[in-house]
């Protein structure tokens, strides 16, 4: 019985160290992500199998970076490329090129997995009605090359929507496993597990939105970057300079939104992590509204802080929404 028992403790143990002594015998892929939200689930499925780099880091916004040298030097050298796609980098196509990357490209929205991307919700609207209803769905194709800062006609902002982020891990998970064959079970079980952890967020949010009527399902942010949330849960969302960063509101803009604001009584007013939030302090101070905190939408918070990874951003920004839309006592 005793050595029934060694054996199978030493066969747990064995099982437990694999990944380490399989890492010992040969050379890591190197796998570099375009930003922060993309090297969390890479992390989560590679985890100690890879040697993970990221470019554009926690609370830094996409729209405003600049590539560096040692962005060219670390893309030069790697295997795996992973970007979200949907035009979210318009730099990528240029960084390839200085790099002379030879590895390879993984667009982690691909659209054959049937993730359908959404116009960005300033496109056609023409009045408030029009802006805060549209939800037309665009034909699937899709585009990894240059873009203006404004994304084209298409929302990149998919991972908001957590069945299209279960979709992003399945093609991270993929093209780990297409790379490195050998550890494809490792992958795949570690996908398994992320996915679950996804599912199970992706109920409590459903069940907590739900215990709201819909006519108190209001957010309004400083730029479009929360549609899919809004879509996944029948929210009614409003922003204030759209698909830019570097935009300000026209005086029209912004009037109607201060009407929209008083006349639905919205209290679930946010700034965003990677935003100016100006033209919000502006609207807060005509509504005489709080700003009820931070929603994280294009990047992760420093290690630490409550929305270091995916699964803690997206947890965070429920329960701010949440608690905006309680009573005020």
């Not at 029934?4 to 160290?17: E, F, H, K, P, Y």
């Not at 730099?91 to 959404?118: C, D, E, H």
């Not at 006609?153 to 299209?164: E, S, Y």
């Amino acid at each position: 019985m005793h050595i029934r028992i060694l054996l199978l403790s030493l066969a747990i143990t064995l099982g437990m160290l694999w990944p380490q002594m399989a890492m010992a015998q040969g050379k890591k892929l190197k796998v570099v992500t375009s930003f922060s939200i993309l090297e969390d689930m890479t992390r989560n499925i590679g985890q100690d199998l890879i040697e993970l780099h990221n470019i554009v880091g926690p609370n830094t916004d996409m729209h405003a970076f600049e590539l560096r040298p040692q962005d060219i030097e670390t893309l030069a050298s790697a295997d795996i490329f992973i970007v979200n796609g949907l035009g979210f980098e318009p730099w990528a196509g240029r960084l390839i090129k200085s790099a002379n990357f030879k590895g390879t490209v993984v667009t982690a929205s691909r659209l054959s997995r049937k993730l359908q991307p959404i116009e960005p919700q300033d496109n056609k609207a023409k009045t408030m009605d029009e802006y805060v209803n549209q939800g037309k769905n665009l034909p699937n194709e899709t585009d990894s090359g240059e873009h203006d800062h404004d994304h084209g006609n298409v929302d990149p902002h998919a991972w908001h929507n957590l069945n299209n982020a279960k979709l992003y891990v399945a093609n991270i998970s993929d093209a780990l496993a297409k790379a490195d064959p050998k550890h494809a079970d490792f992958y795949a079980t570690n996908e398994r597990r992320y996915r679950k952890e996804l599912t199970d967020l992706q109920s409590w949010a459903s069940r907590e939105v739900q215990k709201f009527s819909e006519s108190k399902r209001w957010i309004v942010t400083n730029h479009d970057g929360l549609q899919y949330l809004a879509r996944a849960y029948r929210i009614r969302y409003v922003n204030v300079i759209g698909s830019g960063h570097g935009d300000s509101p026209s005086a029209q803009k912004l009037a109607e939104v201060i009407q929209l604001i008083k006349s639905k009584n919205i209290r679930a007013i946010f700034y965003e992590n990677v935003t100016d939030n100006r033209s919000l302090d502006q609207i807060a101070q005509e509504t005489g509204t709080k700003v009820q905190g931070v929603l994280y939408t294009d990047a992760l918070s420093q290690n630490g802080e409550k929305a270091n990874n995916f699964i803690n951003l997206y947890k965070h920004n429920i329960d701010a929404i949440l608690a905006a839309w309680k009573p005020e006592v």
